[in-house]
């Protein structure tokens, strides 16, 4: 079966999740960054982040373990704590003012309140046998993917699967582009983040939060490719996709007359090449060890589902106090477009 098939399938047939596949509503959306930035209020550009609600300015390990100072999540299952991120997209009118674009939930998850899809996997999306072994994260693991500061496809190509799809619909998948969408998507622009699946088995960090993982040597994750020497640990897949609801964007007399589209990240970036997201594992005990092992495809009978409406009400107050709703003159920090 093809990629976009079971990934639609899995959306709108099978409503609770397909391997680990779950649903996070919005925890909190602010200025802050504490894998990059820790301690700094505010950061250079805004994020969406979803997850436990122990999210802080700092999250250094091991003073700040996230599975016991959370005391609820916005995620789907109870067990997961982690706290996952994105920059937040931007529309820019042509009289140069902002407009933070919402997020939709994705079917079979109506309710929630913006937020994320995420996937662990043990093989490739399309394998329903889910049969190799991966090492669940330690906790205080972390991890970054993309780079704020690319502009170039070339820098992008740096990092396999960051990619949009234009969503016509709920099941659009494909095809994926590397940069942003040049036209209307009537649907919205979803923003896929595939982590490494290579862990080097020792250092839960690195300086620049990306060497301690790695892909696979040859072929890909999908095609089951090993991992190098240097990365020996095969670790779960994460996949984030992030539907951002462009719809009420979609006049082409708001279109740049030049012809460009007029999203952009809250870094500044107008191509899409800097597309990133962080990750702060903070899974309880050994319940995502256990989730992995049980090789499931369709069900999660291991761990704990709250309602939609529960994952709502999971929320971190605002730290940096600065208005992101309005039609802004600049983005949040100020930042210029590249
Ligand atoms: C965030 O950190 C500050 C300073 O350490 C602390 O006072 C506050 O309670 C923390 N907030 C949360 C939600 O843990
Ligand atoms: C700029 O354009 C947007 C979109 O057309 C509009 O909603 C907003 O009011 C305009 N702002 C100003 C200051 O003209």
Request: glycine share 8%; charged share 20%.
């Amino acid at each position: 079966m093809k990629w976009n098939a079971v990934t639609a399938a899995a959306g709108l047939i099978a409503p609770a999740h397909a391997l680990l596949r779950f649903g996070c509503s919005r925890l909190t959306i602010q200025r802050l960054d504490p894998l990059v930035t820790p301690g700094q209020n505010p950061s250079p550009h805004l994020h969406q982040i979803i997850g436990g609600n122990s999210f802080n300015v700092s999250m250094t390990y091991p003073d700040h373990d996230l599975p016991s100072l959370s005391t609820c999540t916005s995620c789907q299952f109870t067990e997961d704590l982690s706290n996952y991120w994105t920059a937040v997209l931007f529309f820019r009118a042509r009289n140069g003012t902002f407009k933070r674009v919402p997020q939709i939930a994705q079917a079979g998850m109506e309710g929630t309140n913006g937020g994320m899809v995420v996937y662990y996997m043990s093989d490739a999306l399309f394998d329903t046998a889910q049969r190799s072994t991966v090492t669940a994260f330690k906790p205080g693991f972390r991890m970054l993917i993309g780079d704020a500061s690319y502009n170039s496809r070339e820098q992008a190509r740096d990092f396999r699967q960051i990619t949009y799809t234009c969503m016509e619909n709920q099941a659009s998948r494909q095809p994926e582009s590397i940069g942003f969408p040049k036209t209307p998507c009537k649907l919205g622009i979803m923003a896929n983040h595939r982590f490494p699946t290579c862990w080097d088995g020792v250092n839960l960090d690195s300086p620049n939060h990306r060497d301690h993982v790695a892909y696979p040597e040859s072929g890909t994750f999908e095609s089951g490719g090993p991992c190098p020497a240097s990365h020996p640990v095969k670790i779960p897949q994460i996949l984030l996709e992030t539907v951002w609801e462009t719809s009420a964007f979609n006049r082409k007399e708001d279109w740049p007359e030049d012809g460009s589209q007029p999203f952009v990240w809250s870094n500044g970036d107008s191509q899409g090449f800097s597309s990133h997201a962080d990750y702060v594992f903070g899974w309880d005990g050994d319940s995502l060890q256990r989730a992995m092992d049980a090789h499931t495809y369709v069900s999660a009978p291991m761990l704990t589902s709250q309602s939609i409406a529960e994952q709502n009400k999971c929320v971190v107050k605002d730290m940096v106090g600065e208005d992101f709703d309005s039609w802004l003159t600049e983005l949040p920090g100020g930042n210029e477009i590249f």
